[in-house]
Nanobody, 121 residues
């Protein structure tokens, strides 16, 4: 499974960005996908994930109401729309295949290259 995150950049607080996670063909049909982020010197934390079967979604409390995860199976792509960005959202964002559970998603497989999001105050 190959996933490639892109779309990061520099944005002012209150602004928006849309990240993309390009998947190899048919991955979205059999795998749930999640977005994670990593702060400098810290481990990765879950941001949002989407279930393969029915498109159910989960969000971290810190991003609820501001971020939206979605998918386009025709394009084999998962998106993360990020609105009302805050300086605390500054991190490297990654996408990964996940085990979608009741209240959280657990990543598995390789991470691939992330994309840097920087939010200035």
């Amino acid at each position: 499974v190959q996933l490639q995150a892109s779309g990061g950049g520099l944005v002012q607080a209150g602004g928006s960005l849309r990240l993309s996670c390009a998947a190899s063909r048919s991955v979205l049909d059999v795998h749930s996908i999640g977005w994670f982020r990593r702060y400098p010197g810290k481990g990765r934390e879950e941001v949002a994930c989407i279930k393969d079967r029915d498109g159910s979604t989960l969000y971290a409390d810190a991003v609820k109401g501001r971020f939206t995860i979605s998918r386009d199976k025709t394009q084999n792509t998962i998106y993360l729309q990020m609105n009302n960005l805050k300086p605390d959202d500054t991190a490297v964002y990654y996408c990964s295949t996940v085990h979608y559970k009741t209240s959280r998603c657990t990543p598995f497989g390789s991470w691939g290259q992330g994309t840097l999001v920087t939010v200035s105050s």
